[in-house]
């Protein structure tokens, strides 16, 4: 029985290293496979793009969902690929489309090798994922997961829509980040579960814990875009802010503030974003109203509620799987990077 | 009976025409109802990519694929929409990594709504045309059509490579568009097959088909590149030697051509290549060394070796679409836009 915090994260370190031992070698054998043939700047290429020292969550949250439902094979961790290939793809073309040089703590791939190559690679991994989802997760599967895919691009578009606008709203933000975190994460835990071969309640609950768990992470993401430590997360602090996107601190400090203080925040985000002072004026005011601790409070609470979308399991044999889904949110919630 | 080409010609009028009332109107009611909720660029952009004026020659070769097999029904020309999705989406990324300002006589989608939106509505036509394939055309056509996607970028990094390359040879530019354009057509008349209900032998001949009239189309289009109206094609003439691609007039003309006008040949591909005297000077070459005229051959041969591969269905009940698609392969020949 596990009870303490630090058994818990024990044991999710204990599975998540387990199982991403057989990702990483699921992933090498598919792509030796498929690369064997093609150009060898391509399997360069991809091999730079998938090898990156990615934390390989959602991976470990399909291979879980799909245990906890009762299945665990190797066929299991080839489909657990496609959920990475996907991330992957997404994350190469969001960087060519926020001119982003760093990821992970080093070049982007479009930093690296260019647009041509940037542009063909997520191709090339966005219908691998696909492949590997219709060929292991059934049509329903596929289904789910091209829905999420849209939906993605939906809230790239959206969030396009809110760049340096102040008057964005929780709703929008909300909208946003289900679009282009929760549905991915929520379809990556129920394909999980439809290979596991669950139930519809059994889906719907795992589909529901992904969500938010998602929505969650997202918001995170969001927090350390403020407040992370650029070698921690290996990325640019501060580069929503000279995007111009408007996330949850800012939204929340901005409803808090009183009309001068929105006033400024206004002239902050519209004005010239690649200034430090600038930047650093935004985030004294974020502070100052709370917003950070308003939207670490949010992100406490959907990790809450996703822990209650497991409810259903209580009684479940596979206890252990459980625990690693729980324990995956609250990492979720403590990450630094 | 038909006879004339006259009477061919007007048979696949025929049969586009009323084909492609029934695509249209597939295409409107899928993206009505999956865009129904998207963000309103998202909708503008999509419907501005997908009703560009496009020849429709993907859908057409799917359905009559599908109806020589033996099959015609609603869900067919939804089947034929995901081609013309992939193909368009493919069109999209191209131009970005092309730098093409124009596409079908207007602006290229990247010119007009620039690169974040470009990217992304390609990824979005590439999850919906998966959708769509792996939805009618089973886990098997879904494995064609994402081999062939997966072939494509292939082609793309090859064709990279080959840039400026005079050296490039025949195989290089065989291997490039077989990635780049046959196994695509190939795969839309095998899935057609497949969806149609075909033998495996049936399934492997309408395959072969759309491989050789695939890659006499990029033969052609290269010709046309070279020797097309700007009006007519819609695109600007002379645009792969200004992106330093070998096609097939320049590498048969190259082997023809006697050391000093190799070195010619070289030095202008190597060169500035923005020259109209440039351009014009690697034209009267290739015209000189019979570079045109042994490329129109080659797109003859192609042709011919297609209509073979069709000889399985000479004693089929369904003629008059064996009819379509050997003038399929005239038109592909005699095309100028």
């Known amino acids: 029985m596990i009870s303490t915090e630090q058994e818990y994260r024990e044991n999710l370190k204990k599975h998540a290293a387990a199982a991403n031992i057989r990702v990483e070698s699921a992933i090498h054998a598919d792509l030796s496979r498929v690369l064997n043939e093609c150009d060898p700047l391509l399997q360069e290429i991809i091999n730079y793009a998938v090898f990156s020292g990615g934390k390989r969550i959602r991976p470990l949250l399909a291979i879980i969902c799909s245990r906890l439902c009762g299945r665990d094979d190797d066929d299991l961790y080839r489909l657990a690929a496609a959920f990475e290939y996907l991330h992957v793809a997404s994350l190469i073309h969001d960087d060519i489309i926020d001119h982003a040089q760093q990821r992970r703590g080093r070049k982007s791939l479009v930093a ?21 989802v219709g060929e292991l997760g059934g049509q329903l599967g596929l289904t789910v997961f091209c829905q999420a895919t849209e939906s993605m691009v939906d809230g790239e578009f959206l969030q396009l829509r809110c760049v340096a606008n102040p008057e964005a709203t929780e709703e929008d933000y909300f909208r946003i980040i289900k679009c282009k975190t929760g549905n991915l994460i929520a379809s990556t835990c129920e394909i999980g579960a439809i290979y596991g ?21 997202q918001v995170v993401d969001d927090l350390l875009d403020y407040k992370g430590n650029a070698q921690e997360t290996g990325k640019a602090v501060g580069n929503d802010f000279v995007e ?13 503030a009183d009309a001068s203080n929105q006033a400024l925040l206004q002239q902050l985000i519209t004005g010239d974003r690649q200034s430090r002072q600038s930047y650093q004026q935004t985030h004294n005011l974020i502070t100052t109203h709370e917003g950070f601790a308003s939207a670490e409070k949010t992100a406490q609470a959907l990790i809450e509620d996703a822990k209650k979308a497991l409810h259903l399991f209580h009684q479940h044999s596979d206890q252990e799987s459980l625990t690693v889904l729980q324990a995956l949110g609250q990492y979720i919630l403590q990450r630094k990077k």
Request: aromatic share 12%.
């Open 244 to 256: 111009g996107k408007i996330t949850l601190p800012f939204i929340r400090a901005y409803a808090q």
């Open 197 to 217: 071969g669950a139930s519809d309640d059994e889906r719907e609950a795992l589909s529901l814990f992904g969500d938010k768990i998602g929505t969650a992470f």
């Open 112 to 132: 690296k090798y260019g647009f041509p190559s940037a542009i063909l690679t997520g191709d090339w991994l966005l219908s691998r994922s696909m492949r590997l």
